[in-house]
Antibody
Framework: EVQLVESGGSLVQPGESLRLSCAAS????????IHWVRQAPGKGLEWVAN????????YYVDSVKGRFTISRDNAKNSLYLQMNSLRAEDTAVYYC??????????WGQGALVTVSS | QSALTQPPSASGSPGQSVTISCTGT?????????VSWYQQHPGKAPKLMIY???KRPSGVPDRFSGSKSGNTASLTVSGLQAEDEANYYC????????????FGGGTKLTVL
């Protein structure tokens, strides 16, 4: 069974940093692109970033470029999102998601990040 | 690049059919056959219902179907059931813009 389990969500102040993790199991992690997708409270889905199978190619939505860094450790079947200089508008549930054919076939349960003073 | 355009709401009675539209541009929906649809119940993670415009993942009922014409994609739910009440999001590959996945704003489907 494919499982994606996010962790690391928390309440932080504006300008602070936070690192999200995603533990994958039930599939060959190193064979797939993986995405981070977020959803602000009461709002729609927003793609944030993705990373290719060996971590050599990464893409980001413009609003997080230069502040967020996506990475992966295939030996640990893990995905990460380092978030720096956090803003109130980054408040959201962050989903780790397995990509295939430019769609998301599997989603984690999400990790809540709240940026507030 | 802007989000794809979906109607905020749609509704139908049990057993009826309802179609949800998703409008983009030549650079996303119209340019590639990489449109997907997601169902999300309150407090839950999204679930893939349709990918590559018309394909259904294993386990998704054939009451759900997808199509595309020009820059507009559509999701049709036939034989509406109470459990189909949820938010539905379309998504398209963003192509050369480097915005890899572009989501629509979502449509709240109500089963009357």
């Amino acid at each position: 069974e494919v499982q994606l389990v996010e962790s690391g969500g928390s309440l932080v102040q504006p300008g602070e940093s936070l690192r999200l993790s995603c533990a994958a199991s039930g599939f060959t992690f190193s064979s797939y692109w993986i995405h981070w997708v977020r959803q602000a409270p009461g709002k729609g889905l927003e793609w944030v970033a993705n990373i290719n199978q060996d971590g050599s190619v990464k893409y980001y939505v413009d609003s997080v470029k230069g502040r967020f860094t996506i990475s992966r450790d295939n030996a640990k079947n893990s995905l990460y999102l380092q978030m720096n200089s956090l803003r109130a508008e980054d408040t959201a549930v962050y989903y780790c998601a397995r990509g295939e054919s430019y769609a998301v076939f599997y989603w984690g349960q999400g990790a809540l990040v709240t940026v507030s003073s | 690049q802007s989000a794809l355009t979906q109607p905020p709401s749609a509704s139908g009675s049990p057993g009826q059919s309802v179609t949800i539209s998703c409008t983009g541009t030549n650079s996303d929906v119209g340019g590639y056959n990489y449109v997907s649809w997601y169902q999300q119940h309150p407090g839950k993670a999204p679930k893939l219902m349709i990918y590559e415009v018309t394909k259904r993942p294993s386990g998704v009922p054939d009451r759900f179907s997808g199509s595309k014409s020009g820059n507009t994609a559509s999701l049709t739910v036939s034989g509406l059931q109470a459990e189909d009440e949820a938010n539905y999001y379309c998504c398209s590959y963003g192509g050369s813009s480097n915005l890899i996945l572009i989501f629509g704003g979502g449509t709240k489907l109500t089963v009357l």
